[in-house]
């Protein structure tokens, strides 16, 4: 055999795995936390209807980075019929890497979105996962009548993630916290009254808690005496 033409197979395949591995440190050397591309992800989702304004707040994750995040889609359905689109853009399209950072209602006429209470945040820093991969969004739009939410994030590679809530706007004041589980896409809704309930239950536990102190303290005075 002329090895000279033929590289060994051994040879060839660490060729190949040290090509890999140095392209994708490339291509993650500036974001992400050095993954193939993977899709977005919903972290904690926060919807409150408070002041005749309804506040969707969104978490979301992408391992590839922040930066990867195209675009995310709110729309409104009110039995079975969209009422309303709402549009967050990070770039104007997926060939361009110039920054728009925009927010948009595609619902013409009806002038829902609060533009200038929605916003974005993500970190400028590099320490920690989230500071990489977390993109934080703040959807304001006048109070209006819809049963369900429906969240969708893309990629700039195509890669999308949904998220749809059961809501029913008609209810006053009502505030609901979604915590999606990252991967199993499972929802667990924390209703509103929920912090009222860990409250009442601290105040009793507390309450116990200062009855037997006192009792003890009887006692050994008792026992003094």
Known sequence: MRWGRVLPLPLFTII?????FFSINASAGNAGVGVLNVSPKFGIIRVVQQDNFIRIYLNI???NSWEDIYIVNVSLENYGTE???FLFKQ???????????EFSETSGGKNLLVKEKCSFYHSNGTETVADRCNLELLFVFHTTGFTRLNILASD???STTQAHIDYNADEAMRSIDVIIIPGLNIQIIIPPYFLDIIAVILGIIGTIYLIKELNKRNKNKKSVS
């Open 91 to 101: 770039y104007s399209n997926t060939e361009s890497y110039e920054k728009l950072n």
């Open 83 to 85: 009422s309303a689109e």
């Open 16 to 20: 190949i795995l040290l090509t890999i």
């Open 156 to 158: 700039l590679e195509g």
């Open 61 to 63: 994750s992408d391992y």
